[in-house]
């Protein structure tokens, strides 16, 4: 058994709770918190399971990694603090620890990262013995081991779109939503996740994982952006009111051009509300959001991915499989040597060992 210790308790950390204690390989050593709201409480209790798990979160960071915990799920947010993500990680690689995130965009491919985010990693790697990966959803298997997997299976190829079509008044993070993406602000706001180059910055190692694996070579890459308000006033469940006026849906691409031509695209489609921009691309069934990949060529492949976990919720159905992917990937890098893997070194492997399980 492979000792390890969530540390996050956050929407991806309730899922990477639940999949360790289900891993047959894994233990759960330790669950480490920020809120002291949440210290002293049983770990089922903050995973939203039915039953204990006996191990109570604490706040000592120092002390969890003093016992030298052979890995580490990274779940806190990196979005609005990636240096102190970084910080976080690097202390956990240091101290001898498999770590897995998806807090950190700009190590998704680790060709690309730049050398402020990568050097500390493999300072750190060389100084501890431990390892990191970085992956999730989308960015994450969404946009690397699906198309990629997908292109494999026709004759010729001609572009690969990978998308993420959601329903955000569904996702339990107001801070992101509002201000992060900018939904229920004035259309003259200019949200952090849309400025110029910063989809490129959380998306660009996912196109650039894809043509490394494909073997093409990237002229640039491109982003392109639409922006919708809404027509009426809507409520939602978990934000409260998003007026009448303000943005209300955002499109965007990131681009991997190739022979002057876009052929591998990320494109996101996010709304507050499905009545916002109905002439864009909506979940086929007309539920609250999808993965998809699209390859174009021949032939013509289309999936579409239904995540759903916490009461059907999709968005904690995608933050679910962002925490497998993860979680699931602990023993193999505990296996492999120390070293800052990505998404074509770790392999995404069956759920050996739990078919039947609770």
């Given at each position: 058994?492979i000792p390890t210790v969530?540390?996050?308790?956050?929407?991806?950390?309730?899922?990477?709770?639940?999949?360790?204690?289900?891993?047959?390989?894994?233990?759960?050593?330790?669950?480490?918190?920020?809120?002291?709201?949440?210290?002293?409480?049983?770990?089922?209790?903050?995973?939203?399971?039915?039953?204990?798990?006996?191990?109570?979160?604490?706040?000592?960071?120092?002390?969890?990694?003093?016992?030298?915990?052979?890995?580490?799920?990274?779940?806190?947010?990196?979005?609005?603090?990636?240096?102190?993500?970084?910080?976080?990680?690097?202390?956990?690689?240091?101290?001898?620890?498999?770590?897995?995130?998806?807090?950190?965009?700009?190590?998704?491919?680790?060709?690309?990262?730049?050398?402020?985010?990568?050097?500390?990693?493999?300072?750190?790697?060389?100084?501890?013995?431990?390892?990191?990966?970085?992956?999730?959803?989308?960015?994450g298997w969404g946009n690397?081991?699906?198309?990629?997997?997908?292109?494999?299976?026709?004759?010729?190829?001609?572009?690969?779109?990978?998308?993420?079509?959601?329903?955000?008044?569904?996702?339990?993070?107001?801070?992101?939503?509002?201000?992060?993406?900018?939904?229920?602000?004035?259309?003259?706001?200019?949200?952090?996740?849309?400025?110029?180059?910063?989809?490129?910055?959380?998306?660009?190692?996912?196109?650039?994982?894809?043509?490394?694996?494909?073997?093409?070579?990237?002229?640039?890459?491109?982003?392109?952006?639409?922006?919708?308000?809404?027509?009426?006033?809507?409520?939602?469940?978990?934000?409260?009111?998003?007026?009448?006026?303000?943005?209300?849906?955002?499109?965007?691409?990131?681009?991997?051009?190739?022979?002057?031509?876009?052929?591998?695209?990320?494109?996101?489609?996010?709304?507050?509300?499905?009545?916002?921009?109905?002439?864009?691309?909506?979940?086929?069934?007309?539920?609250?959001?999808?993965?998809?990949?699209?390859?174009?060529?021949?032939?013509?492949?289309?999936?579409?991915?239904?995540?759903?976990?916490?009461?059907?919720?999709?968005?904690?159905?995608?933050?679910?499989?962002?925490?497998?992917?993860?979680?699931?990937?602990?023993?193999?890098?505990?296996?492999?040597?120390?070293?800052?893997?990505?998404?074509?070194?770790?392999?995404?492997?069956?759920?050996?060992?739990?078919?039947?399980?609770?």
């Open positions: 058994m969530v540390w996050g308790t956050g929407n991806v950390g309730r899922a990477a709770l639940r999949g360790v204690e289900a891993h047959p390989g894994l233990s759960l050593a330790a669950v480490l918190v920020h809120d002291p709201a949440k210290v002293g409480r049983d770990a089922g209790e903050l995973a939203g399971m039915a039953t204990r798990l006996g191990v109570a979160a604490t706040d000592d960071v120092g002390a969890v990694l003093a016992a030298r915990p052979r890995a580490v799920v990274y779940a806190a947010s990196g979005d609005l603090r990636p240096e102190e993500a970084l910080a976080d990680v690097v202390r956990a690689v240091r101290a001898g620890a498999v770590v897995v995130t998806p807090a950190l965009y700009p190590l998704y491919d680790r060709r690309s990262a730049p050398p402020e985010f990568r050097d500390p990693v493999l300072a750190a790697v060389a100084e501890g013995g431990g390892s990191l990966f970085v992956s999730g959803v989308d960015p690397d081991v699906l198309p990629l997997l997908i292109s494999g299976l026709g004759s010729t190829l001609d572009a690969i779109r990978c998308q993420e079509i959601f329903d955000y008044s569904t996702y339990d993070q107001e801070d992101s939503v509002r201000h992060l993406i900018g939904m229920g602000h004035p259309m003259e706001y200019e949200p952090l996740m849309l400025a110029p180059s910063v989809p490129t910055m959380v998306w660009g190692g996912q196109i650039r994982l894809m043509a490394r694996s494909l073997g093409v070579e990237l002229d640039a890459i491109r982003e392109t952006l639409e922006r919708h308000p809404l027509d009426t006033t809507v409520r939602t469940r978990t934000m409260g009111e998003f007026a009448a006026g303000t943005q209300g849906a955002v499109r965007f691409e990131v681009q991997g051009i190739v022979g002057g031509e876009p052929r591998i695209v990320i494109e996101h489609v996010t709304r507050i509300h499905p009545s916002c921009a109905p002439h864009w691309p909506s979940p086929p069934d007309g539920g609250d959001g999808v993965h998809r990949v699209i390859v174009e060529g021949r032939p013509r492949i289309e999936v579409t991915v239904e995540a759903t976990d916490e009461g059907e919720n999709r968005s904690a159905g995608g933050n679910a499989t962002a925490a497998g992917r993860l979680v699931n990937a602990v023993d193999w890098l505990a296996a492999a040597e120390p070293g800052l893997y990505d998404a074509l070194d770790v392999p995404l492997r069956p759920a050996a060992g739990r078919l039947g399980r609770k």
